[in-house]
């Protein structure tokens, strides 16, 4: 069954917060840094602050101030355990999204 026109018309994103959101998300997501932390995180249900600082090899402040911004725009969510900070992906929408880019350009992450 191919895809049709009428088909592809209803796949479009109506919802005016859904594209805010999607919007957002990208705009934010565009920063190669962001990018790769979000490689990171979508391959796993969350990660700490260190192994992130690790895995993406820049300092601990540059890695903070970038997941400020990804979490001030809705994309992540954390969790304090005594002196970590664990940080995932907050909405299931877009881990979607984050799979694809994952697929598409950030290899075996």
Same mark, same amino acid.
């Given at each position: 069954m191919g895809v049709t026109a009428e088909n592809r018309r209803e796949a479009l994103i109506t919802d005016e917060d859904d594209?805010?959101?999607a919007s957002r998300a990208m705009k934010a997501m565009a920063h190669p840094l962001r990018l790769k932390i979000l490689c990171i995180l979508?391959?796993?249900s969350e990660v700490s602050v260190q192994d992130i600082v690790e895995r993406? #090899?820049?300092s601990q402040s540059n890695i903070s101030q970038h997941l400020s911004i990804l979490r001030?725009?809705?994309?992540l969510?954390?969790?304090?355990?005594? *002196?970590r900070v664990?940080?995932?992906? #907050?909405d299931t929408r877009i881990?979607?999204?984050? *799979?694809?880019?994952?697929?598409?350009f950030c290899g075996n992450q």
């Open positions: 594209i805010y959101l979508g391959g796993s993406v #090899g820049t001030d725009k809705g994309i969510a954390f969790r304090k355990d005594a *002196n664990y940080y995932r992906i #907050g881990v979607l999204l984050i *799979n694809a880019l994952r697929e598409a």
